[in-house]
């Protein structure tokens, strides 16, 4: 007997994209830059995110929507540092976020008041990478209790990201990692990264990070 194949994902990838682009459009003429925050669990990005809210929330306009498997934790914590709704979007499971929970996202923003989007995606290097959710630009966020060889195995995602966040730096003194070495491996994955180095617990290296928001917002603006 004959087998046939059905492409069940191309179907379900091909529609994500074209949710994406929808989602891209809306920003774009709304004059809103987005960034995706991709990590591993722990790399600190929610502690980073409750710096900036707290540092640039109102100056910038942010608005975030948050991925978890299973709580909104993050989206409380963050939404401690704000007036503003933070949107909660709990996988039930999935080790993503797709374009469709941003898309429904949006409905409850006002991108009239929003000059920055941050999108927390779930903590993983693998799933997020191949979904597009109609953001600016993927930034991976990495820490300094992770290996250097993170960039080389998962390849993938820092190849799509555009940006990378070294964090939790002040720990350098007291862990076994090669700043220089994570830095080349990522290279060597994708030699067009920008690096920021910081520490979103004592604050080293936020300023670069905040200078760089204020650019990427006026860019959008500007358009």
């Known amino acids: 007997m004959a087998v046939r194949t059905i492409e069940v994902r191309e179907r379900v990838m091909a529609k994500n994209d074209e949710l994406a682009a929808d989602v891209r459009g809306r920003l774009v003429a709304s004059k809103v830059a987005s960034f995706n925050l991709v990590s591993s669990p ?5 502690r980073l995110l409750e710096r900036t809210l707290a540092a640039l929330g109102e100056e910038l306009g942010i608005a975030v929507v948050t991925g978890d498997v299973q709580t909104q934790n993050d989206a409380d914590r963050l939404a401690q540092h704000t007036d503003r709704l933070v949107q909660a979007v709990v996988t039930g499971g999935a080790c993503h976020l797709d374009a469709r ?14 000059r920055l989007l941050f999108i927390e995606n779930v903590g993983n290097l693998v ?6 959710l109609g953001e600016t630009a993927k930034i991976a966020v990495l820490s300094v209790t992770e290996g250097e060889d ?7 995602m820092f190849r799509e990201a555009r940006y990378a966040v070294l964090n939790k730096i002040d720990l350098l003194p007291y862990v076994p990692f090669d700043l220089d070495k994570a830095v080349a491996f990522a290279r060597q994955v994708n030699p067009d990264l920008q690096f920021f180095f910081t520490s979103a617990h004592t604050g080293e290296g936020l300023e670069s990070w905040f200078a760089f928001l204020r650019e990427q917002v006026a860019a959008a603006s500007a358009r």
């Open 42 to 46: 722990g790399s600190g990005k929610t």
């Open 101 to 114: 929970q941003v898309q429904m996202a949006l409905e409850a923003i006002d991108l009239g008041v929003t």
């Open 127 to 132: 799933c997020p990478a191949a979904w597009d």
């Open 150 to 156: 993170k960039p080389l195995k998962y390849p993938r």
